[in-house]
């Protein structure tokens, strides 16, 4: 059961963050998917050290109110 739940999560974000703006989207991957610092993230995407904290911020606010609002929510 616990497993059943984890996949439904894990599923759950994924479909969540490709709602997400590309940017957000890329920023989110780059940081939890593929464990880069901060620095690195923002040379990678051509922004500077305090674009991407922003963006973040942001991409983490839209996933936090977008899994809070789900239909399936127990």
Avoid: C, W
Wanted: no cysteine.
């Amino acid at each position: 059961m616990a497993r059943e739940v984890e996949v439904q999560t894990r599923n759950t974000l994924k479909h969540l963050l490709e709602q997400l703006p590309l940017r957000q989207q890329e920023v989110i991957h780059l940081r939890f998917y593929h464990n880069f610092p901060y620095e690195q993230i923002a040379e990678l995407m051509g922004m500077n050290y305090q674009s991407v904290l922003n963006l973040m911020q942001r991409a983490l606010k839209a996933l936090r109110k977008a899994y809070a609002a789900r239909p399936d929510r127990p």
